[in-house]
């Protein structure tokens, strides 16, 4: 009985800790409305790569109605599901995560947020397509306005001249940013392999990665299991708010800013009780855009830490990656 267990948790990663990690209740959190949000927010991304957004103006019922419509997706039969799949990149994925070998114990659904390419699989809501399609759409608009008024105070905290020196990036019609939905569900089997007895051991959801794109807006149940990694290396939990949204630096941030930002590299564990459903909104420049770090932000003598690349350039090289791998090594100056 706990070989078979053992074997059918095989592939997953199971993080033991000697003592439990508890949450960390050092996350910045931003009031978007504090007059002093942008001074916060380059504090933040600059220590941790990561903050908590309240008072954001995203309406809760744009939340809740979208985490209702995704539940009611990830309860399909499991064939349904997969009608919608596989995700090359955008569809329905199962426990594969990217194109070379990377698991872990999620399901999810991987769309395009380019309003162009309006064909995509949303028949997966069978039900009712058009609901799914506009709840998911006034969702993604209202979040990128969020995101749009976040990069726009980056730009006025670190002085420069263009406050839409980020934000257009992701404004532009042919900005490629994607939208992700995580399905983690309770890691009921771990339970039994441990005789109901969960000591500091939890499966793997989705791995330890930075993300690639330029920023990340993430919002989720009330279920933990986001981890971020801290300046030193320690791994620890944000607690989760069903009412905010999770800023990340990305990968193209840090570049920009020539390593001034951190790309916060944070992983997600799934909860032996509670299902974690999470939402989030990538924002990438256009494929032909050129990322390097901004001169205004460059002290005088101060060299680009990176070699200049499009991102198309860097996003294929991030599909040739496993997710642990540091990305950046690649574009780095020697
Ligand atoms: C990490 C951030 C986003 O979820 C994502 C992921 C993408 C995927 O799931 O297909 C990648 C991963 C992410 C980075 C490296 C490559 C690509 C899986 C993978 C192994 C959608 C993205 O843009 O990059």
């Not at 078979?4 to 997953?12: G, H, I, K, R, V």
């Not at 903050?51 to 539940?71: D, I, R, S, W």
């Not at 306005?145 to 992701?170: C, H, P, Q, T, Y």
């Amino acid at each position: 009985m706990v070989v078979l267990s053992q074997l059918a948790l095989e592939p997953f990663s199971v993080i033991k800790t000697c003592k439990p990690i508890g949450l960390f209740s050092e996350i910045p959190v931003i009031d978007l409305t504090d007059p002093h949000a942008k001074t916060l927010i380059i504090k933040a991304c600059e220590e941790f790569g990561f903050f908590k957004l309240v008072n954001h103006g995203v309406p809760m019922e744009v939340m809740t109605q979208l985490e209702a419509l995704a539940t009611n997706f990830f309860h399909l039969p499991q064939p349904e599901k997969d009608k919608a799949g596989p995700p090359d990149p955008f569809g329905y994925g199962n426990k594969k995560i990217g194109p070379n070998g990377d698991v872990g114990w999620v399901e999810y659904l991987l769309l395009n947020t380019n309003p162009q390419i309006s064909s995509q699989k949303t028949f997966i809501f069978r039900e009712n397509p058009q609901i799914f399609r506009s709840v998911v759409e006034d969702y993604i608009k209202a979040v990128k306005r969020m995101a749009f008024e976040v990069l726009e105070l980056m730009a006025d905290g670190l002085e420069i001249e263009s406050r839409n020196v980020f934000s257009r990036l992701l404004r532009d019609d042919k900005s490629d940013s994607c939208f992700r939905l995580n399905h983690y569900p309770p890691c009921s089997e771990l339970q039994a392999l441990s005789g109901g007895n969960l000591i500091g051991g939890n499966l793997v959801g989705f791995g330890e990665h930075t993300d690639p794109q330029i920023i990340s807006v993430l919002r989720s149940n009330n279920t933990s299991g986001l981890q971020i990694c801290l300046k030193e290396g320690t791994w620890v939990s944000v607690p989760p708010d069903q009412t905010s949204f999770f800023i990340n630096v990305g990968d193209a941030l840090q570049v920009m800013t020539n390593g001034r930002f951190r790309s916060v590299k944070h992983r997600v564990l799934a909860d032996p009780l509670k299902p974690r459903i999470s939402m989030i909104f990538f924002g990438g420049p256009p494929l032909s855009e050129k990322i390097a770090p901004l001169p205004s932000l460059m002290a005088e003598g101060e060299g680009s830490l990176y070699k200049e690349f499009t991102w198309l350039e860097y996003k294929r090289s991030a599909y040739k990656s496993r997710l642990a791998d540091y990305r950046l090594g690649l574009f780095e100056k020697t």
